[in-house]
């Protein structure tokens, strides 16, 4: 697995805070609040989503996962969990990720509810991109406000949570130093590409 550190060489600017950044992943449990936990920490403008119907998390079988729905606070989450097997959901990690979500935000939020604007939205899977740029289509253009959607394939699991949040940050890092993000983002993808060995999908849609 690749060192994480090595995705740390961008600097961070005055414009890091005036970007809005959200970071989707289904459920938004561990991609996209690792990387909302990093990036808020670097002082990003950043919020978290998922973009499923129900939060899912793993369960004592893979045909028995835990369901909620996105209201349910982390708080709510983490006690039903430790009521239900706080050993299991102890050694799987569960009960640490939902200690740290609470301290971040409340409950998870699902991106199709939520009006709110952005200059760049990451998504961590292509499954989840697709669902918010047919989303994103589907609604009816206002203000045309160009809106840079970006996936990054991240494995669900807590390893590649933490390099993906590096990897997401350092690019967000790398746009935000742009003078005209519009017409320089598709050369930076192109580099940062070469440099962390994934395949970056992007597209453009207006507000």
Avoid: W
């Avoid at 550190?5 to 459920?27: D, E, F, H, P, R």
């Avoid at 909620?68 to 102890?90: C, G, V, W």
């Avoid at 970006?150 to 807590?158: A, E, F, S």
Wanted: glycine share 6%; with cysteine; net charge negative.
């Amino acid at each position: 697995m690749a060192n994480p550190t090595i995705y740390q060489t961008a600097g961070y600017n005055n414009n890091s805070s005036l970007m809005k950044i959200a970071v989707i992943c289904s459920s938004n449990q561990n991609r996209s609040m690792e990387a909302h936990n990093f990036l808020g920490k670097k002082g990003f403008n950043v919020r978290s989503f998922g973009s499923g119907n129900q939060v899912k998390l793993p369960g004592p079988a893979a045909d028995k996962p835990n369901t909620y729905e996105f209201d349910t606070s982390y708080d709510d989450m983490y006690k039903d969990l430790e009521a239900k097997d706080r050993n299991l959901y102890t050694q799987n990690g569960l009960l640490h990720m939902l200690d740290r979500n609470r301290r971040i935000k409340s409950a998870p939020e699902r991106f199709q509810n939520c009006s709110e604007e952005f200059d760049l939205i990451f998504c961590c899977e292509e499954r989840v991109y697709d669902q918010v740029i047919d989303h994103l289509s589907e609604r009816e253009q206002i203000t045309y406000k160009p809106v840079h959607v970006v996936n990054l394939d991240i494995q669900d699991n807590h390893e590649d949570a933490t390099i993906g949040a590096f990897m997401i940050c350092d690019l967000c890092a790398m746009l935000a130093d742009t003078e005209d993000m519009d017409d320089e983002i598709e050369e930076i993808i192109q580099s940062f590409e070469g440099k962390c060995g994934r395949e970056i999908l992007h597209t453009m849609l207006g507000y």
